[in-house]
């Protein structure tokens, strides 16, 4: 059985490497110019973590946070 499943794994390998070889590689559907637009430049993610980070709280604004919707969670259980 083990000698079988060897075989047959054997033969599955070498139909794919055969099946994806460098001359059947995929091609792209997309153009590069039109993915460009896309893209977002370094500058435009700095901006937007910069803006990520403005709108989060700080640490004690979060841990009271989570103590408050704990014992709200805790008190709606009982």
């Keep these: 059985m083990k000698k079988m499943s060897m075989i047959l794994l054997s033969a599955t390998f070498l ?3 055969i099946g994806c070889g460098p001359e059947k590689g995929a091609e792209s559907v997309f153009d590069e110019d039109e993915m460009a637009k896309y893209r977002s430049t ?3 993610i700095a901006a937007g973590m910069k ?3 403005a709108i989060a ?3 004690k604004e979060a841990a ?3 103590k408050e919707t ?3 969670t805790n008190s709606a259980g009982k």
């Design 64 to 66: 009271a946070l989570g």
């Design 57 to 59: 709280p700080d640490k």
């Design 15 to 17: 139909t794919l490497s």
């Design 70 to 72: 704990a014992k709200a």
């Design 51 to 53: 803006s990520g980070q």
């Design 42 to 44: 370094p500058e435009q």
